[in-house]
């Protein structure tokens, strides 16, 4: 039981993982104060939802749904967020709540509020036997992408170097655009990462969860809270963070369901005291 309970717990955690790496991109690095993020993440539910739909291809869905939705994002961060720049914080919270409610509305209007259920392929399906116990082929997919996508943003963005450009112009902008480099350019890339990041969650979540209106604010404030904890702009913090908050998830609702729901938060606030800018915070390190 405690294996299985743990394997869920970090299953759920490389999902939050996902989310919130995305978000510690944008918010962490880029400094943007996205709300909509976790309705980006259920909107490319609902794409992968449509396109297996009409192809019965879960893996078309899982390679198209996470582009649609960074398109989408990208169009967000030139169309508004650039021009909210000025407003500050304040700008870019009320602006990116305001898309998350658009989406959240059309949502309704093109799908519904039904739960629709979308089937794990063919492929996925079934147990394996890990120590003795059968586990879920598809929760294993789930952490294999997870260490996948952090194998290939941790590459990105500290061996390359498109990777050495968003940090230093992370640290200091004018800068970097006075070397001749387009700073909006680099972003709007930054940005559509972020959001294809989301995507990828939101379609590798769907068949655990179903896809329904409420998906966003399930898990989206938990992955708020990851990026919070582990540090902002910090990738490696937000790992850790995800893995131990899936775990406080798994176990708390095993023993202790009353309380559950306020682990994460209450590891949050002792984390904060001593740590204000979180565990791996840039000026902690």
Known sequence: MYISQAMHGIAYGMILFLIASGLNIIFGMMGIL??????????AGYFCYTVVGITGNFWLGLLIAPVLTACLGVLMERILIRRSHAAGHFGELILTMGVASVIVALIKKIWGTESLPLRVPDILQGMV??????????????????????????????????????RAAVSDRDMVNALGININLVFMFVFGVGTWMAGLAGVV???????????????????????????????AGAFIVAIIFGLLNSFGVQFVSQFAPVL?????????????????GAKDR
């Open 205 to 235: 979540i769907a068949p655990l969860l179903t896809v329904f209106p409420g998906l966003a604010d399930q898990v989206g404030m938990d992955a708020f809270i990851v990026v919070v904890t582990g540090g902002l702009g910090s990738l």
């Open 264 to 280: 994460m938060v209450a590891f949050m606030a002792l984390v904060l005291a001593f740590r204000p800018n979180g565990l791996f």
């Open 129 to 166: 036997s890990i120590a003795g116990m059968n586990y879920p082929i598809y929760r294993l997919f789930v952490i294999g992408l997870a260490l996948g996508v952090l194998a290939l943003m941790m590459l990105l963005l500290y061996r390359t170097r498109l990777g050495k450009i968003v």
């Open 34 to 43: 996205n709300m909509a993020h976790a309705a980006f993440f259920m909107l």
